[in-house]
Each structure stands twice: as C-alpha cells, then as structure tokens.
T-cell receptor
Framework: AQSVTQLDSHVSVSEGTPVLLRCNYS??????LFWYVQHPNKGLQLLLK??????LVKGINGFEAEFKKSETSFHLTKPSAHMSDAAEYFC??????????????FGTGTQLKVEL | DSGVTQTPKHLITATGQRVTLRCSPR?????VYWYQQSLDQGLQFLIQ???????AKGNILERFSAQQFPDLHSELNLSSLELGDSALYFC????????????FGSGTRLTVV
C-alpha cells in the first residue's frame, strides 16, 4: 500500500515570508501525488498534482511542489505567504485498486498559521 | 462552488438512528467517492461508485452502505449510529474510474448525540 507522511503537524510563518510544508511518500512505483487545502469549515480544494510529466509542479495561488524520487519527497512551497493561506494542507497519494477503482490516501495534515 | 453538491450540510441525530447523506457529482463525472474525516482517524476512503456500480471499498463499516443511482447521484446510508460516527463526510467525483485530482464537495457534518 502507498502512504504519505507529513513531517510537521503545525507550521507558523510571517506574512510575506516563504512557506515550506514537507511530505514524504512511500510507494513501490512512480506515484501520483497531490496537495489539497482545507480552509476552516470548507471542503477540500486541489492545489496541484504530480503525475510524472514534470518534477516541478505549479499549482494555484502561487504554490508549487517538487517531486524528488531520490528523497521520496514532495514538499509544497510558496515564495511569499499571505494571510489567506492560513488553512490545513494535505499531502495525498492516489492508488489504483483491483477492479479498476481508485482511492486517495491522505496524510495527517499540516496546519499553516500566517502571522502579521 | 466546486460543482459537487452535498446535502444536508449539517445533521444532528441520536445514537441508534439511521441517516442518509446525499451527493450530486459534478456534471459529466461518472465516479463518486465517499470519505470520512474524523479527529482521530483523519481522512479515510469509504467507497467508490462508477456509473452505478461499486468499484472500490475502503474502511467502510458494515453498518454503512451506499449506492449510486441512474442519474449518478449517490447516497450514503449510516445506520445504528454511534457517537464515534460523528465526523465530516465528504463526497468527491471524477470523470473516470481512476482519475487524478478529484473534485470534492463541501461535506456533511454529522453529529451523533
């Protein structure tokens, strides 16, 4: 089974400073990886996805992530944090299942706090 | 608005009761997925339907069941409810069976008292 590990449960940054949310994955083959964001009392929004086309993936709202096979990592970054980025972020791996189905396995989440 | 509609948004019910959560997928999407988000278990995959047929099963309890109707909307039935079933239940949809990057609804918050 595939899995992801989010290395920090909470990250706090100042507005205007860089954001780094760390994620390591475990997979027996090239995985499909995603980052989702969940704002308070809201649903899950897809930030970006990696599906082996390019190792540096650009997403919405200025976020990007780099797939590093040698390090089994898929860290999420943003050059300059904004107050509206405060939310919970999930690193996710997609897994094909017997019978043609599919499921997403979520990490435990990283709560991002942005301070003035 | 993601295009995936879940109703109701909030539900409060007593232990032992039965509830039905409803999901309408995004237009054109054939797959519907159900996920449970709880404080102790995080986000867990429950079940997937594709074009009316069950495609994959995850950590879904026997007290829970789901179906997808010909118009592609789906219902998740939760019975003999326990306090521990209190959670946020998300529905997601995708075009195919194994697409990448689903679209999630805003969830139904179930509180069992």
């Amino acid at each position: 089974a595939q899995s992801v590990t989010q290395l920090d449960s909470h990250v706090s940054v100042s507005e205007g400073t860089p954001v780094l949310l760390r994620c390591n994955y475990s997979s027996s083959y090239s995985p499909s990886l995603f980052w989702y964001v969940q704002h308070p009392n809201k649903g899950l929004q897809l930030l970006l996805k990696y599906t082996s086309a390019a190792t540096l993936v650009k997403g919405i709202n200025g976020f990007e992530a780099e797939f590093k096979k040698s390090e089994t990592s898929f860290h999420l970054t943003k050059p300059s944090a904004h107050m509206s980025d405060a939310a919970e972020y999930f690193c996710v791996v997609s897994e094909g299942l017997t019978g043609g189905g599919n499921k997403l396995t979520f990490g435990t989440g990283t709560q991002l706090k942005v301070e003035l | 608005d993601s295009g995936v509609t879940q109703t109701p948004k909030h539900l409060i019910t007593a232990t032992g009761q039965r509830v039905t959560l409803r999901c309408s997928p995004r237009s054109g999407d054939l797959s519907v997925y159900w996920y449970q988000q709880s404080l102790d278990q995080g986000l867990q995959f429950l079940i997937q339907y594709y074009n009316g047929e069950e495609r994959a099963k995850g950590n879904i309890l026997e007290r829970f069941s789901a179906q997808q109707f010909p118009d592609l909307h789906s219902e998740l039935n939760l019975s003999s409810l326990e306090l521990g079933d209190s959670a946020l239940y998300f529905c997601a949809s995708s075009v195919g069976q194994g697409d990448y990057g689903y679209t999630f609804g805003s969830g139904t918050r179930l509180t069992v008292v």
